[in-house]
């Protein structure tokens, strides 16, 4: 259980949660639903809504993961 709750942690010094991540993977699980059902024809969706999830899924994990990289990692280096 501690695996996913990190997977949604953005800042593991103060357990905030993100909701860019979130958001991203939400997003991700309704863009892999909809490829399945129209895979197996169980319903048609539109190319530009699914192009636009995919895009809007991909820019909020991308989001989350370079701000990630880009602070500083200890409570020390945020004060300064």
């Given at each position: 259980?501690?695996?996913?709750?990190?997977?949604?942690?953005?800042?593991?010094?103060?357990?905030?949660?993100?909701?860019?991540?979130?958001?991203?993977?939400?997003?991700?699980?309704?863009?892999?639903?909809?490829?399945?059902?129209?895979?197996?024809?169980?319903?048609?969706i539109n190319e530009?809504l699914f192009n636009?999830?995919?895009?809007?899924?991909?820019?909020?994990?991308?989001?989350?993961?370079?701000?990630?990289?880009?602070?500083?990692?200890?409570k020390e280096e945020?004060?300064?």
């Amino acid at each position: 259980m501690k695996f996913i709750s990190d997977i949604f942690t953005e800042d593991k010094i103060d357990d905030k949660y993100s909701s860019k991540k979130t958001l991203g993977i939400i997003s991700g699980v309704l863009v892999c639903i909809a490829f399945i059902g129209d895979g197996f024809e169980w319903f048609s969706i539109n190319e530009e809504l699914f192009n636009s999830m995919l895009i809007f899924s991909a820019t909020m994990l991308g989001v989350s993961t370079v701000k990630a990289f880009a602070k500083p990692n200890t409570k020390e280096e945020q004060k300064k």
